[in-house]
């Protein structure tokens, strides 16, 4: 059963502040390029990470990144 939503949880530690996005998978492959991990993480996309929605669908629902930088900020991906 492929993925209708992509999740995100994003920890800023320097504010404290947790955000938490829900998308549709249907927006998702409309976008032609990769998702922007940086925004939700500095340094994900220094490190060569590009996800795309199709990336995600071949894979099926689950856990797709979790991610802690240096500086303590964290990203958490799932698809649902």
């Known amino acids: 059963m492929p993925p209708d ?6 920890w800023d530690p320097d504010e404290e502040r947790l955000a938490r996005i829900s998308l549709p998978f249907w927006l998702l492959r409309m976008k032609s390029t990769p998702i922007e991990l940086a925004a939700y993480a500095s340094g ?7 996800l795309s929605a199709e990336d ?13 930088t ?3 900020e964290r990203v958490l991906f799932w698809a649902q």
């Open 5 to 10: 939503t992509l999740h995100v949880l994003a």
């Open 44 to 50: 994900l996309d220094d490190e060569g990470v590009e």
């Open 56 to 68: 995600i669908e071949k894979y099926g629902p689950g856990i797709v990144l979790d991610h802690t």
């Open 70 to 72: 240096s500086s303590g």
